[in-house]
Each structure stands twice: as structure tokens, then as C-alpha cells.
């Protein structure tokens, strides 16, 4: 094992040196990467697909998180370099899913070296922190590994960088102007004017749908979508969210169907809509974003959420609350808090 620390296999960039130095074809999936190894690495990975063999290098995060500019700018060349060589090299990430392993191959002539663990391939990783990276020696968890990886970097996970509209943190606007106008025009009310006592009610159980790959709360780190102007792929919008009402919620006899107001407990009215098969979907009109903004807004608001990061069970825990309640006063109009 290799754990940085000198005692219990010493740094796992010693390691990285010696099978770069000694391999036909390198295949590194890391959930992040940083600037100085990259640099450190790219003659490597060139030299290899120089000679014929494959350079694989996925970066299993920065599809959702973004990149500095110049490890954008270094990844990009490097990418450029290796697919000229034209033997399944480049620069990857992961489109639908994120990807927080790290997983090593270096391929000689008749064996493959692979190596699992928590190092990414960062200075960090590989030498600061305290890590735990082992050797695989089963044959079968190989073979296994190998299957795994060359299905990682196939086109149902990963998509080549070049592909991929790659946000550079600071440098884009999270709301675009249309849908802040959208937001900032929401009227307002006194939440105090609206009596809950006795009104029927709706709950929506988010811990339901909290964690799952893919949910309605966390749908910006599905499958991203095509950018018109330029082809590539981009995460869906950060605010974007639509909760899907299974049959035993949309069923109920105070679910509202069809277009109504949402007066929040924080004094806005967003126009909502249900829609779909037996108005299973829950949104807000004109923007899906504005619901979203309103309720990651508050999870935002009170620490538990940060930008790029799902929610979870334990996000709901944290806030306080897992249940979004409708409360219905008028026909059309629900008192909605969270």
C-alpha cells in the first residue's frame, strides 16, 4: 500500500514515476487533478501515445464543478496532443454522473499494473495528504477493473473535454438575466396575512427523492445538454429542479392539478404548474429555475448546501426539514413552505 507516509509505502507519486517511465498504455480516472501533476505528466502520457499506445486521463468532477482557467487551458493541450495520435487517447469526463474514484492502469507488455485508493492525481493526493492507494494482485478484481474503466471512459459515462462546455468558476453568470428577471418580478405579500389553522393540506416527502441518481432535486448532475451555439455538452442550469409525485401523492384529494399560485413562507408568489400523467410533475412556470431558486435558495441560505453539491438526506437533516407542505386556501392558491 501507499499512503505518503514513508513507514507504510511512502508517496504514492513515487509510483506514478516509475510506471509512467515503464508502460505501453497509462488509463487514470481521478475524481479531480491538479495543475502541477498534470504538467508534471504530459510529456509522459504524449510519449506513450506517441509510440503507439493509449494515454486515458478522465477528470470525474469537473464536468459539474468546473476548472481553473489554466488547468482548462493545460487539459485542453494536452487533450488536443493525444487524440491527434488517434488511438482512443485524451481527456475525458464523466457526463451524467460525477465520479469520485481513483483508479490507476499501467499496461506492459503481457500484465497490467492497477492501483485503488483514495490518492487523486493531484500534489495532494500523490504526496501531501495522508492517503491509502493499494496494488490490485487478484486477477479477477483485474479483469473486473479493466471491464469497469474501458466502461467508464465509453460514451454512456464520459465524453471527450473537447465536447464539453466547461465552466471556469467566476467566469459565468449561475442565473442568466432572463430568468433573474423572472425572479426579481415575483410579487410580493404578507406571509402573517394567511392563517394555516385548519386548512387542508398537501406533503411532499422529499426525502424520497433526496440522493437518487438522477432526482428531481439534483437534476444538474444528470446528463448535460447540447449548447446550440457551440455543439458541446453543459450541465443542466444549477437552479433547474421539478419534483415528480409518485401515484400515492398525486392522488390525494388536496394535490393541486394544474396551473395555481405558490405563496412561500417567505412572502413571494411563484406561479406553479402540475403537469404530465396524472400531473405528476411539480414546477414552476415559465422557468423551472425560479422554483429551484427558492427552495436550494434556502438550503443555500441556511450553510447546509453549497454551489455543485447535491442535496442529500443529510442536507435535509441539517436544514431541519425533509417536507415541502402545500396548504390550500383558495382554489389555485397554496400557502407553500419548507
Not at 35 to 53: C, H, R, S, T
Not at 128 to 147: F, H, R, S, W, Y
Not at 178 to 184: D, F, I, N, R, S
Not at 294 to 311: A, D, I, Q, R, T
Request: hydrophobic share 35%; charged share 25%.
Amino acid at each position: 500500500m501507499h499512503t505518503n507516509i514513508q513507514k507504510y509505502g511512502g508517496d504514492f507519486r513515487n509510483v506514478l514515476d516509475k510506471e509512467f517511465k515503464t508502460s505501453n498504455n497509462i488509463t487514470v480516472a481521478s475524481g479531480y487533478a491538479s495543475l502541477d501533476v498534470i504538467n508534471a505528466f504530459e510529456k509522459p502520457f504524449i510519449e506513450i501515445a506517441k509510440k503507439g499506445g493509449t494515454s486515458r486521463l478522465l477528470l470525474g468532477m469537473a464536468f459539474y464543478e468546473g476548472l481553473g482557467q489554466k488547468k482548462l487551458i493545460a487539459v485542453t493541450k494536452l487533450n488536443d496532443t493525444l487524440k491527434a495520435y488517434d488511438n482512443n487517447s485524451g481527456v475525458f469526463v464523466t457526463n451524467g454522473r460525477r465520479y469520485h474514484g481513483k483508479v490507476y492502469q499501467f499496461d506492459k507488455d503481457t500484465t497490467s499494473n492497477i492501483y485503488v485508493g483514495s490518492s487523486n492525481f493531484s500534489a495532494s493526493g500523490t504526496k501531501g495528504n495522508i492517503e491509502c492507494t493499494v496494488p490490485i494482485l487478484d486477477d479477477n478484481q483485474k479483469v473486473n477493473l479493466i471491464a469497469f474503466l474501458n466502461d467508464l471512459y465509453s460514451p454512456s459515462y464520459s465524453i471527450s473535454i473537447d465536447q464539453a462546455d466547461i465552466t471556469v468558476p467566476g467566469k459565468k453568470k449561475i442565473v442568466l438575466d432572463k430568468v433573474e428577471g423572472l425572479w426579481t418580478n415575483l410579487k410580493n405579500y404578507d406571509s402573517s396575512s394567511i392563517s394555516l389553522e385548519k386548512l387542508p393540506k398537501f406533503v411532499f416527502p422529499l426525502d424520497r427523492v433526496a440522493e437518487k441518481e438522477k432526482s428531481n432535486l439534483n437534476v444538474y448532475f444528470g446528463k448535460g445538454r447540447e449548447n446550440k451555439k457551440n455543439g458541446k455538452i453543459k450541465p443542466r442550469p444549477w437552479y433547474e429542479i421539478e419534483l415528480i409525485a409518485s401515484n400515492d401523492l398525486n392522488s390525494q384529494t388536496f394535490y393541486p392539478k394544474g396551473d395555481f399560485l405558490a405563496y412561500t413562507d417567505d412572502g413571494l408568489i411563484i406561479p406553479m404548474r402540475t403537469q404530465g400523467d396524472y400531473f405528476k410533475n411539480i414546477r414552476s412556470k415559465n422557468s423551472l429555475q425560479i422554483f429551484g431558486i427558492w427552495l436550494k435558495g434556502k438550503l443555500e441560505k441556511s450553510g447546509v448546501l453549497k454551489k455543485y453539491e447535491p442535496v442529500t438526506l443529510e442536507t435535509l437533516e441539517e436544514y431541519g426539514s425533509d417536507k415541502l407542505t402545500f396548504y390550500k386556501f383558495e382554489e389555485g392558491k397554496y400557502y407553500m413552505t419548507f
